[in-house]
């Protein structure tokens, strides 16, 4: 099955295009993310899921618990439940990545301040 991209969903800071929709088994998710230029999504974590992120375009600082990273095309994270992440896109092209979401039981993000 080919992904298809049917409703970009606008975020203020960063779009999310969700792909497979529906299709995936139970407890999986796949979405394309695009930070926008001179964009931050802000500290987050999510309760139950595993987060797996593909950089696929741009470069943006990507912190994951108490670390941050240089984030580029090519590069692999995972990011697992409890735990904190965010990204800052400081320059002027958006930030892309493939984002596979495991255990997932809807939006579980809980959003910190500031």
């Known amino acids: 099955m080919k992904a298809e991209i049917k409703n970009p969903i606008d975020r203020g800071t960063y779009r999310k295009l969700p792909l497979f929709e529906g299709e995936l088994s139970e407890g999986g998710y796949a979405q394309i993310v695009e930070v926008k230029p001179g964009q931050t999504v802000r500290k987050h ?12 375009g741009g ?28 990204v800052i896109n400081e320059k002027d092209e958006p930030f892309r990545l493939f984002v596979v979401k495991l255990n997932y039981r809807g939006d579980d993000s809980i959003w910190l301040e500031g």
Do not use: C, S
């Not at 309760?47 to 950089?55: G, N, R, S, T």
């Not at 670390?67 to 095309?73: D, G, I, M, S």
């Not at 692999?76 to 735990?83: D, Y």
């Open 45 to 56: 974590y999510h309760l139950h899921q595993y987060e797996l992120f593909y950089i696929m």
């Open 59 to 86: 470069e943006a600082r990507l912190g994951i618990g108490g670390r941050e990273y240089l984030a580029k095309p090519g590069d692999i994270f995972l990011v697992k439940p409890r735990t904190v992440h965010w």
